[in-house]
């Protein structure tokens, strides 16, 4: 019955074939080029789509190695002041992107990942021939998959778009943030920064706006569903808006989700590839595109970095836009690591 009344829906919550020419016909449309990966006992398989050819490569690393790396560079944003996993950076670009770098056309890239690929800031990887990192050199979006990318909205230039922007008044820089964003949406904007919003209010204000922005805490459990973000409770709620509520919020005209808090963007995937948690579950409520932060991000690093896109959107893609901003944060002789300027990951199309 849902495959009948909602097939966009459908195709968000279960797994379906995508045709070839539907994927490249939008490929043709949107000028982008597509990585998948399928991460196999002794090899990962890579395939690269564009919109006239589909490249099949087997790369010989075998998962046990491929876990170790992942794991490796995944310790250099655990805390702000770690050591960079340059070594791995560079390896895991010599298996993952290099095999196809000379034939990438595009300057967009839609990164479909698998297993412990999910883990891998793509962006920070990088070519060891001339230190550039992937991040700066491509537009990167990531998706659950092709068939999901596909019921996914186009994204476009957010000029024009009414802003909900909601902070958590004692997370430092947030309510700055918050009105600074507010400021390049004009009127059409929301803030609520004074005190921290109620679930309940949250939960029906995102109806009306198509740019969201929740500069609040978010944690992540152990059961992907129950990760959350905190607001405060009352009217009914408990004050954590988890994943699984997400499900049912009202996001069916949202172009933009941007989650600028801790954790939100960490993904776990069944063996099927599945997408658990809070991504799958905005995805499912309608969110066009979404800007979540991997591991805990410093707050004037964040602050440039959302300021930088925000702008930059108003007048070019995001995907477009989150390159720019990355390049910004990178500039800056305080934030030159990958911890500061990698965190954030977009998804969607």
């Known amino acids: ?11 968000l919550v279960t797994s379906t074939t995508v ?7 939008s490929m043709r449309n949107e000028r982008y080029e597509m990585l998948q990966y399928l991460v196999l006992e002794h090899a990962v398989l890579l395939w690269h789509i564009t919109a006239d050819s589909v ?5 010989f690393l075998p998962r046990s190695e491929l876990i170790a790396k992942v794991a490796s560079l995944s310790k250099s944003f655990e805390r702000e002041n770690a050591s960079f996993d340059e070594t791995g950076a560079r390896e895991l670009y010599l ?6 770098v000379k034939q990438i056309r595009s300057d967009r890239l839609v990164i479909v990942p698998h297993d412990d690929l999910h883990h891998v800031p793509f962006e920070v990887l990088q070519d060891p021939a001339d230190g550039h990192y992937v991040g700066e050199r491509f537009d990167i979006t990531y998706a659950p998959s092709a068939s999901i990318l596909l019921n996914l909205k186009r994204s476009a230039p957010l000029a024009g778009g009414r802003l909900l922007a909601v902070a958590n008044p004692t997370l430092a820089g947030a309510p700055a943030e918050a009105r600074t964003i507010s400021r390049l949406f004009g009127a059409q904007s ?10 309940r209010d949250v939960k029906t204000w995102v109806r009306d706006f198509d740019v969201i922005h929740l500069a609040v805490h978010g944690k992540f459990a152990d059961d ?10 009352g009217g009914g ?3 954590r808006l988890t994943a699984a509520e997400m499900f049912g919020l009202p996001l069916e005209n949202s172009r933009l989700v941007v989650l600028a808090a801790c954790e939100t963007g960490r993904v776990e995937a069944t063996h099927g590839n599945e997408i658990l948690g809070i991504e799958r579950a905005l995805l499912y409520a309608g969110a066009g595109t979404l800007v979540l932060s991997r591991w805990k991000v410093d707050t004037v690093a964040t602050s440039l970095w959302m300021e930088t896109f925000y702008r930059a959107a108003l007048i070019r ?23 500061y300027w990698g965190a954030f990951a977009m998804v969607g199309r």
């Not at 298996?95 to 196809?100: F, M, N, T």
């Open 237 to 239: 709620d408990d004050g």
């Open 1 to 11: 019955r849902i495959s009948v009344e909602a097939p966009r829906v459908q195709n």
């Open 55 to 59: 490249d099949v490569l087997n790369v």
């Open 190 to 199: 929301k803030v609520s920064d004074d005190t921290l919003a109620l679930e």
């Open 224 to 233: 992907p569903m129950l990760s959350f973000l905190e607001l405060r409770e």
């Open 19 to 25: 045709p070839l020419d539907a994927l490249q016909r």
């Open 95 to 100: 298996y993952l992107i290099q095999p196809v």
């Open 317 to 339: 893609p995001p995907p477009a836009a989150a390159r720019e901003a990355l390049k910004a944060v990178k500039s800056d002789s305080r934030f030159r690591s990958p911890y």
